[in-house]
């Protein structure tokens, strides 16, 4: 008698390969589907870092109130990819490419005119 030498896989462990494989699709891509939202909404978030450093580096050097306008021309001059507006001393932080945006005020009150 010969011995049957098996070459491959059985229909029943690619079946069982593919299931699993199916199942851990549908567990991960639920973690990644809104990470672009999540990396616009960091980058808002450091834009109202950056404006509230500007603000401060302003003052520092010249011991004086900044105009509001002054610290949006200096953040938004040196930065890419986030719009800086204001009204007033409030600041408004959005990403470039979304809608993600975070609203900021200057640190210490009499920095900002």
Do not use: H, W
């Amino acid at each position: 008698m010969r011995k049957m030498i098996q070459a491959g896989f059985t229909l029943i462990e690619l079946v069982v390969v593919i299931v699993i494989l199916g199942i851990l699709a549908a567990v991960a891509v639920p973690q990644f589907v809104d990470i672009a939202g999540s990396a616009r909404q960091a980058v808002a978030d450091a834009g109202c870092g950056a404006v509230q450093s500007q603000a401060v580096i302003f003052y520092a050097s010249t011991r004086t109130a900044v105009p509001a306008a002054s610290i949006v021309a200096g953040v938004n001059g040196a930065s890419t990819g986030v719009t800086i507006t204001n009204s007033g001393c409030t600041f408004t932080s959005t990403a470039t490419g979304g809608s993600e945006n975070a609203t900021c005020n200057v640190p210490t009150p009499g920095i900002c005119i």
